[in-house]
């Protein structure tokens, strides 16, 4: 994120309606993820995270929806996969996407706004760890941090988080908006590692 713009500063200076519809679009572009990782690993249920996604985009909007958050967590909790438990790459990512939900759950619950803003770096961090995973090179931290921050990878990811940022900045949250934005994320099918899900 450039200095000049100050992302964060930014982020942080949108409204509560405003963070969570940020957070949520990060969470439904992580989620091929953990899809991807269930099918291949046969784990966990996708439709518990689809399922609390689509709750909560339709909160956005929604304002006589009620929520049961606790069910969602504990739901979430139960499908979350330990890496311990596998030996592929895919657990992380997974876990990611999982995390990212619980995080925002528990921030909606709480209202602390830090919490929400923080699935941004969450997202980030997915993506970083995804570059250092696949780096077939021997390099120093100093020159890894280069490779991380410069990589295609990441540079489409801080792309995305900025213009997503911008849309939000512009638009006033409405059952329209909030349904177009869900619509391009999830026809774009891809997530912020990449990988999609036919």
Not at 44 to 65: A, I, R, S
Not at 87 to 106: E, K, N, Q, R, T
Not at 159 to 168: C, N, P
Request: charged fraction near 25%; include cysteine.
């Amino acid at each position: 994120m450039t200095k000049k713009t100050g992302f964060f500063k930014r982020l942080k200076a949108l409204s509560l309606p405003q963070k969570q519809l940020f957070a949520i679009a990060l969470c439904q572009r992580m989620y091929p993820n953990y899809q991807l990782f269930s099918e291949v690993c046969e784990f966990g249920n996708p439709q518990v995270l689809d399922t609390t996604l689509n709750l909560l985009w339709q909160k956005q909007y929604d304002n006589k929806l009620k929520l049961n958050i606790d069910i969602y967590l504990e739901r979430l909790d139960e499908v979350a996969p330990e890496p311990v438990d596998f030996d592929s790459y895919g657990v992380f990512p997974a876990l990611d996407a999982v995390s990212a939900l619980i995080a925002l759950l528990s921030a909606i619950q709480s209202k602390v706004e830090d919490d929400i803003t923080n699935i941004s770096k969450l997202s980030s961090s997915t993506v970083a760890n995804y570059i250092e995973a696949t780096c077939e090179q021997e390099l120093s931290e100093a020159a890894l941090d280069d490779y991380v921050f410069e990589h295609p990878a990441m540079n489409e990811e801080r792309e995305l988080q900025s213009m997503l940022l911008d849309v939000i900045e512009e638009n006033k949250i409405s059952s329209a908006f909030v349904k177009e934005l869900r619509k391009e994320i999830v026809d774009s099918g891809i997530s912020n590692i990449g990988i999609s899900v036919g």
